[in-house]
């Protein structure tokens, strides 16, 4: 249960702080989000409005927590499509829709080493089903097919600020400084908030800075990976993803806005803002199999924009952790939330639950310590 009257300010408006907002809200808080950049807002550095996105696990076998995490978001957002009875290929109000994700290997990897029918999360989806061998395309070795989610980002970030604000949430654009490291900035955002009319004291903050708590903290193991995507009008009756070993294709519909998300790269270390022409060149060729009923009577692409943003990877996964950081302005906690590299919609439900649990538990201990 939270601390009565307890003000948690989140640093972050991509979908992992807003997400988190919303669910502190849900749960009693009063929560701020103060960010260089909101929905919005066009920068290679703000992730989250460039991303493709669906439901596509990046977890492994092995990673049992982030796994948990993957599920929740799957469960919650089929919750959503189910209670507004939207048919597969029709947008909710938050921008999701239901579409059937056909996804095939072109090599053997560890993820399908004992069969697709094996992968972990197999048993987790719905209708999910083997793809014959006799009916996969050339150059497929596995396939397999089941119901996921695609997200029409634009929609649904701005969907979760109307959520904050309907809760009495607040989210502020300000730029934090980064010179004097993490202490700088939460002194900093304290003296900005009753600026902005904020008067209530701060009980915790949320650092979900993504790429930039490179500088922010600083934490040296977060890193850019580059990720170079194509938008094109008009949507595909399906998802659909080919893997090739390292390297994957993809065509993700975001049926809000009746346009298709082409891709990608992941291009880890690399800071180039600029699009390249042989990447989007790559990028087109790549998918005219997976979307032929998206080519136009010249067989191309009507393409609508070349995007590049930079997803906030950490080397060792995510970073959600509470610590207590000196500052000239006071003492205060902070949560770490941050390094979700390119599945940060699909992780954020249960990051956010993560985060939740943590704050709750340190404010649990404080209060237990105050008594003694």
Same mark, same amino acid.
């Given at each position: 249960m939270p601390v009565a009257n307890a003000h948690v300010v989140v640093i972050g408006a991509g979908v992992v702080g807003l997400q988190t907002a919303v669910t502190f809200l849900e749960n009693g808080y009063d929560v701020t989000v103060?960010?260089?950049?909101?929905?919005?807002?066009?920068?290679?550095?703000? /992730?989250?409005? $460039?991303?493709?996105? =669906?439901?596509?696990?990046?977890?492994?076998? =092995?990673?049992?927590?982030?796994?948990?995490?993957?599920?929740?978001?799957? /469960?919650?957002?089929?919750? /959503?499509?189910?209670?507004?009875? #939207?048919?597969?290929?029709?947008? /909710? #109000?938050?921008?999701?829709?239901?579409? &059937?994700?056909?996804?095939? $290997?072109?090599?053997?990897?560890?993820?399908?080493? &004992?069969?697709p029918e094996n992968v972990w999360f197999a048993s987790h989806m719905r209708s999910f089903e083997v793809i014959p061998q006799s009916s996969l395309p050339k150059g497929a070795i596995a396939g397999a097919r089941y119901d996921a989610i695609t997200i029409d980002t634009t929609v649904y970030l701005a969907y979760l600020v109307d959520r904050i604000t309907a809760l009495r949430g607040r989210v502020i654009k300000a730029e934090l400084p980064t010179t004097n490291g993490l202490a700088g900035a939460l002194a900093t955002a304290a003296r900005l908030l009753p600026v902005y009319g904020v008067n209530t004291p701060i009980s915790a903050f949320v650092n979900a800075s993504g790429i930039l708590a490179r500088e922010l903290v600083p934490d040296s193991a977060v890193h850019p990976i580059r990720g170079q995507t194509v938008l094109v009008r008009g949507v595909p009756p399906q998802l659909r993803t080919i893997i090739r070993?390292?390297?994957?294709?993809?065509?993700?519909? @975001?049926?809000?806005?009746?346009?298709?998300?082409?891709?990608?790269?992941?291009?880890?270390?690399? $800071?180039? =803002?600029?699009?390249?022409?042989?990447?989007?060149? $790559?990028?087109?060729?790549?998918?005219?199999?997976?979307?032929?009923?998206?080519?136009?009577?010249?067989?191309?692409?009507?393409?609508?924009?070349?995007?590049?943003?930079? +997803?906030?990877? @950490?080397?060792?996964?995510?970073?959600?952790?509470?610590?207590?950081?000196?500052?000239?302005?006071? @003492?205060?906690?902070?949560?770490?939330?941050?390094?979700?590299?390119?599945?940060?919609?699909?992780?954020?439900?249960?990051?956010?639950?993560?985060?939740?649990?943590?704050?709750?538990?340190?404010?649990?201990?404080?209060?237990? +310590?105050?008594?003694?």
């Open positions: 103060i960010a260089k950049h909101v929905p919005g807002d066009k920068s290679s550095e703000y /992730t989250s409005p $460039w991303a493709g996105a =669906q439901w596509r696990t990046h977890s492994t076998a =092995q990673d049992f927590e982030l796994q948990k995490w993957d599920l929740a978001s799957y /469960t919650r957002w089929f919750q /959503t499509v189910d209670e507004e009875k #939207k048919k597969p290929g029709q947008a /909710t #109000k938050s921008g999701l829709a239901k579409f &059937n994700n056909v996804v095939y $290997w072109t090599e053997k990897d560890e993820e399908i080493s &004992n069969g070993g390292q390297g994957v294709s993809y065509v993700i519909p @975001r049926a809000a806005s009746n346009s298709t998300i082409l891709g990608g790269t992941k291009q880890v270390g690399n $800071w180039n =803002q600029e699009p390249d022409d042989a990447t989007t060149k $790559w990028i087109l060729e790549s998918c005219k199999e997976l979307a032929p009923e998206l080519l136009n009577e010249k067989g191309e692409f009507d393409v609508l924009s070349v995007n590049v943003g930079f +997803r906030p990877g @950490r080397t060792g996964g995510p970073r959600l952790e509470v610590e207590e950081v000196q500052t000239e302005a006071g @003492r205060f906690v902070v949560c770490h939330e941050y390094g979700h590299a390119g599945a940060g919609y699909q992780l954020s439900f249960g990051s956010a639950d993560k985060t939740l649990g943590l704050l709750n538990d340190h404010f649990e201990k404080k209060l237990t +310590r105050a008594k003694l």
